[in-house]
């Protein structure tokens, strides 16, 4: 059995919490800290421990495990401290602000022999596995462009995500989790990022964004998270030199797949067609028996899947599945994100 801790009992905190006690034995959550009066109330009614101080999880000698579930800007001093107490961490998202909290928390961890990683639990997503699945098995070769979208219309931030110091703004809240699914799905390195932040309804930090990531392969990403839009957009949109993949906005994985029936060029005639903007004949409809429609495949991984590989690295059993490798790559694709909406212009890297 592996004892368990919770830094931060919120929204997130309570999520992971039922997570745990509906669907892993094997890790018990025995207490948790935070700092608000109401959620000091809550983890006594739900038969917790209510630890007075962070030191009183540190110096708790039967806790094996914590989680850190607090606004972002305070996630790396709680993981240095916990690691230097013998504690093996998750860490909700985005780990830290910048890469180079990252990097800091990980000269600690290294030292430590103890397991430090990161909940990033949209790779589980039915969507982001259709994604993987459509590539992996190859229904779809060569991608080359690949757009991710996540769009609401609720028009700004709230709570704590509202406010800058505490690592507010979409970068850092959804953005996250869609350069961290395309970091993943896209093994090659990042050359270039081009990215332009708005504040519509939110005044100190960004709530709409757009990031272009250009990989050395060629391929370029479109990530872009907006609360300000009343006309959706697909979640994800694939073009493949074989065929094009859409998955639409909303998240219930409905979508298609539409693949060239022949692989080889078609024959064109000279004829032109007349359209409402006048004359065209590039963009001719492609004759209907050219393409085949296929449904999209259905992936199988199921997000019980991170804790029960997070057991496994504490017991000696495997390597973490988010590596703190994975992550570094992410938050310096960040600070690409916030450094090119400083300069105004794309930010040549190698990531």
């Excluded at 990252?102 to 000269?107: D, S």
């Amino acid at each position: 059995m592996i004892n368990m801790a919770i830094i931060g009992l919120g929204g997130m905190g309570v999520w992971h919490l039922k997570r745990l006690q509906r669907e892993q034995p094997d890790i018990k959550v025995i207490g948790a800290y935070d700092v608000r009066e109401e959620a000091k109330a809550d983890i006594v009614r739900r038969g917790l421990i209510n630890y007075d101080s962070p030191q009183q999880i540190y110096e708790d000698k039967s806790i094996d495990l914590v989680l850190i579930t607090t606004p972002n800007d305070v996630h790396k001093s709680y993981a240095i401290a916990l690691l230097e107490a013998d504690k093996n961490v998750i860490c909700e998202k985005p780990v830290t602000l910048n890469a180079a909290e990252l990097e800091e928390i990980i000269t600690v961890a290294e030292r430590s022999g103890k397991l430090f990683t990161i909940h990033q639990n949209r790779r589980w997503d039915r969507d982001y596995q259709t994604i993987q699945k459509i590539i992996a098995d190859k229904h779809l070769n060569n991608p080359y462009i690949i757009e991710s979208r996540v769009q609401g219309s609720r028009r700004g931030m709230f709570g704590w995500r509202a406010f800058k110091p505490n690592g507010g703004g979409m970068v850092l809240d959804w953005g996250i989790h869609l350069i961290d699914q395309i970091m993943d799905l896209v093994p090659e390195r990042v050359v270039s990022v081009y990215a332009n932040l708005h504040c519509i309804g939110t005044k100190d930090v960004d709530d709409n964004f757009t990031a272009i990531l250009r990989f050395e392969g060629g391929l370029t990403a479109l990530v872009n998270v907006s609360m300000n839009c009343f006309i959706l957009q697909p979640r994800w949109h694939m073009c493949c030199e074989d065929g094009t993949a859409v998955i639409e906005a909303g998240w219930e994985n409905v979508g298609k797949i539409v693949k060239l029936a022949d692989p080889t060029e078609l024959d064109w005639d000279d004829a032109i067609i007349y359209t409402a903007a006048g004359p065209t004949r590039s963009m001719l409809p492609r004759p209907k028996e050219t393409t085949i429609e296929l449904p999209l495949p259905e992936g199988s991984r199921d997000l019980k899947e991170f804790y029960t590989n997070v057991i496994e690295v504490i017991q000696g059993k495997a390597k973490p599945i988010v590596t703190t490798a994975q992550a570094l790559r992410v938050m310096k694709v960040i600070d690409a994100v916030f450094e090119s909406e400083r300069i105004k212009t794309a930010v040549t890297t190698s990531i």
